[in-house]
């Protein structure tokens, strides 16, 4: 079974950084970060596959955002979110999550979630 438990969220002005990160525990084919603002539909905002490394993003946060892992540990690996040039539109709740499929990779389609950390920007 495969665990996440994310930190980081928080408060921030407008222009200013964040680094969310989630501790992953179990096999993982791909992990990757979502968030959902209320009254919207859950959006992919950046994957990386576990094997490898390789990285993707929603278009149109490519530039401002970046995934990154660290899988040195045996049984647990960390996988981060640096957020720069927030602006208020990106206030929402961020979502780690990981999938054991390459199709769920390849579909934003992951099965399993963390439980969200808030990231409040504020122009």
Same mark, same amino acid.
């Given at each position: 079974? *495969? ?5 980081? &969220? /928080? ?5 200013? @950084? $964040? ?5 992953? #525990? ?18 992919? *905002? ?5 094997? &490898? /490394? ?5 278009? @149109? $946060? ?5 995934? #990154? ?55």
């Amino acid at each position: 079974r *495969v665990q996440l438990v994310e930190s980081g &969220g /928080g408060s921030v002005q407008a222009g200013g @950084s $964040l680094r969310l990160s989630c501790e992953v #525990s179990g096999y993982t084919y791909c992990k990757g970060w979502f968030r959902q603002v209320p009254g919207k539909e859950r959006e992919g *905002v950046a994957g990386i596959y576990t094997f &490898g /490394g390789r990285t993707y993003y929603a278009d @149109s $946060l490519e530039g401002r955002f970046t995934i #990154s892992q660290d899988t040195t540990k045996n049984t647990k690996n960390t996988v981060y979110l640096q957020m720069n040039s927030l602006q208020p539109e990106d206030t929402a709740v961020y979502y780690c999550a990981a999938s054991q499929s390459s199709a769920g990779c390849r579909n934003w389609g992951y099965e399993f979630w963390g439980q969200g950390t808030q990231v409040s920007v504020s122009s």
